[in-house]
């Protein structure tokens, strides 16, 4: 009963059944779990005399004057009527809804619930109630749903139709195990989906919230241990002489920190251990996540097999190229490039050096993972910025050799309890810790008014040999709109500073022409370089300096970290000044963060905590399928909970076999065959 389609339920159709459809609700169980995103308490009505202005309300009035029409201007008509009860009269108010007309009729009672508004002569209005004739209480008198819309959709349409399908879907399968729902007091499902859509009171809304929020992460927690299982159980190649990396790491200019050190030997240890590893490294910009990579490719090529390393652009890929080279020269260790940009030639020729084991170590974009690239014997795939890939693009790396060991790395912080359900397919190791001696980017959050000292300091630092990146939101004008435009700030920039050469670079240029600005930015050719956020992952400037970011109350805490990150990577103090407008307090308190702390991890806490995880990141980005009901910094207790009973599940029926669990197999499967954790 479920599964059947809503286009069958009373009232939806073909056509609305299409409109449900973009909200991506197809079915009877589509529409149950379709929750609402607030409730309105409309159970209590209140006298007109004691309504206070500013706030939303129910009144039971009847009608002292039919609906009049006053056209105001074009493409705004006013519809009006004025309602009374033994306390006084009030003044309903409509706008461009001709519907409205005809609806009442005079002496009749009805119920209105709507905001409390004066207008400027004085006189108390309610402007656009909901409104139903007295008695009725289908959309008044009780605590009513609110739910996110489409275009053609009404709250009434969709409360409607979630009133049949609750109906028509009658007694509902149990997911959660008994002994699972009595550990962690968890509602009964049927008690649950009631109340979550048509709370008795908001005790019994908050009872059923907290079930919907424990099942949806259990079914994601079971999803990914069950991925993660499959991974450990693949065996992998054993790497039995793991500690040849001593003999590289004495050859680095720089002592491993303890971070590092913790995080190579849990490499290490994987490599031995006769079992695919499959690990995420995570740490801050200049934390030293490729040093660690270069000693596990290095342990890979002592121990007689290829690396791979793959990176999500041509400029990422050759800087690691170059550090790649710097780090093993003199060590017999063949690195070589493979792009999508490289001549017909040396791609031929990269192809056949790699086929042959010639290439010990292939550094490249996604050209890496084509068909006809063929490895002589692949151990290890090390992956750079983990959100730009996919799982199905490890995957195809990791077909690439037999079961080779698969390392990736980010650069974006992320709370541990996020990285858990974000990773969890992954086992991860964090370097929280910098090298010593590393300087902190100062970073000061200025008004408009700071403009032509900001400036100057920009042609002071220029002038001492540094390079500067103009990082803004748009990359072309919009209107009603003060943000600043990459196209038309370059253009400002070139005239405020014509001895300087400016560089413009957005999403909108093509792969080759972005290619060409940064190429020239890397090389010093250009000195100050205008960009939007395409300038946030990975490349190496180490003389830029200076950091100027317009607007930065329109970027996540993350995103501005992230942008901040690519300076202050030379031996020169560096410098990020965020151009901040708004005073509301919580861009204060954003502006504050970013100036106190140079902690990504803190900082990826105060982010989540104040925009909540939907703007965190794009979640589909991460591969992350998008909550329908639980925040993942509210229900911090709940996630908890749910991993314990997950692996609690797991511990006692690794195959989701007995019967108490084939509901929730079916529940994983079904995630999983959607895609949702894979993509």
């Not at 929750?35 to 308490?41: K, M, N, T």
């Not at 079971?222 to 790497?239: H, S």
């Not at 060409?516 to 003389?543: A, Y």
């Not at 950091?547 to 109350?553: G, K, V, Y």
Request: aromatic share 8%; proline share 3%; hydrophobic share 40%.
């Amino acid at each position: 009963m479920e599964n059947k389609s809503i286009r069958y339920l009373k009232g939806v159709g073909e056509a609305r059944a299409e409109l449900f459809a973009k909200k991506g609700i197809k079915t009877i169980e589509d529409m149950l779990y379709f929750f609402p995103r607030a409730h309105e308490d409309r159970s209590q009505t209140k006298k007109i005399a004691d309504c206070e202005i500013g706030e939303t309300v129910c009144v039971s009035a009847t009608v002292f004057s039919p609906v009049r029409e006053t056209r105001i201007r074009k493409n705004m008509t006013i519809y009006s009527m004025t309602v009374c009860d033994d306390t006084g009269a009030l003044s309903v108010i409509w706008y461009n809804n001709r519907f409205v007309k005809g609806q009442f009729h005079t002496n009749d009672e009805y119920i209105l619930f709507g905001k409390i508004t004066k207008n400027r002569y004085g006189k108390t209005e309610m402007i656009n109630p909901v409104y139903e004739k007295a008695g009725a209480e289908r959309y008044t008198g009780k605590i009513v749903p609110i739910y996110p819309l489409t275009g053609g959709l009404t709250q009434k349409i969709v409360q409607r139709t979630m009133e049949l399908a609750l109906k028509e879907a009658g007694r509902l399968e149990e997911y959660i195990p008994d002994y699972i729902r009595e550990k962690y007091k968890l509602a009964e499902i049927n008690y649950a989906m009631r109340n979550i859509h048509f709370p008795d009171d908001f005790q019994s809304y908050n009872i059923a919230r907290e079930r919907f929020v424990f099942e949806e992460l259990l079914i994601l927690q079971l999803a990914l241990l069950n991925r993660k299982g499959e991974n450990t159980q693949a065996e992998g190649i054993v790497f039995e002489d793991t500690r040849c990396t001593d003999d590289f790491v004495k050859t680095l200019p720089f002592p491993l920190t303890n971070a590092q050190k913790r995080t190579l030997d849990e490499i290490l240890k994987d490599m031995n251990s006769g079992k695919m590893m499959n690990r995420l490294v995570q740490g801050d910009v200049g934390s030293g996540k490729t040093a660690v990579a270069a000693a596990a490719i290095y342990a890979a090529v002592k121990n007689g097999t290829q690396a791979a390393m793959m990176a999500p652009t041509e400029i990422l890929a050759s800087q690691h190229l170059d550090t790649l080279t710097e780090f093993f020269k003199g060590m017999d260790i063949n690195v070589v490039l493979l792009t999508g940009g490289m001549k017909a030639k040396d791609r031929r020729l990269a192809y056949d050096m790699i086929s042959t084991g010639a290439a010990d170590v292939v550094v490249g974009t996604h050209a890496i993972i084509q068909e006809q690239v063929e490895f002589y014997n692949l151990g290890l795939v090390v992956a750079d910025e983990q959100h730009r890939f996919g799982v199905e693009q490890r995957a195809k790396l990791a077909a690439k050799g037999h079961n080779p060991h698969m390392l990736i790395m980010s650069a974006t912080p992320i709370p541990r309890t996020l990285a858990l359900i974000l990773y969890g397919d992954l086992d991860i190791s964090i370097i929280d810790e910098l090298p010593p001696g590393r300087k902190t980017v100062k970073t000061y959050a200025v008004g408009e008014k700071m403009r032509k000292r900001v400036y100057a300091f920009l042609q002071k630092n220029i002038g001492a040999g540094m390079q500067a990146y103009v990082v803004c939101p748009l990359i072309e004008e919009a209107e009603n709109t003060d943000l600043q435009n990459a196209a038309e700030l370059a253009e400002k920039i070139q005239k405020v500073f014509p001895m300087f050469k400016v560089g413009l670079m957005h999403g909108k240029m093509r792969p080759k022409m972005k290619d060409e600005i940064m190429n020239g930015f890397v090389k010093g050719e250009i000195q100050i370089l205008v960009s939007t956020t395409v300038i946030e992952v990975g490349v190496n400037v180490p003389n830029a300096g200076l950091m100027i970011i317009e607007n930065a109350e329109r970027f996540g805490l993350s995103q501005l970290h992230q942008l901040r990150g690519r300076v202050g990577r030379g031996t020169e103090q560096a410098y990020c000044i965020l151009f901040a407008h708004g005073n509301n307090e919580i861009t204060k308190k954003r502006m504050e963060t970013m100036c106190m702390s140079n902690d990504g991890f803190y900082i990826s806490e105060q982010d989540l905590e104040l925009r909540g995880p939907g703007d965190f990141f794009g979640t589909r980005q991460h591969g992350l399928p998008e909550m329908k009901i639980a925040n993942l910094f509210e229900d911090r207790d709940i996630l908890k909970q749910s991993q314990e009973a997950a692996a609690m599940v797991l511990e006692h029926d690794p195959e989701l076999e007995a019967p108490e669990n084939r509901a929730l197999k079916q529940r994983c499967d079904r995630l999983i065959a959607d895609e949702i954790v894979m993509n």
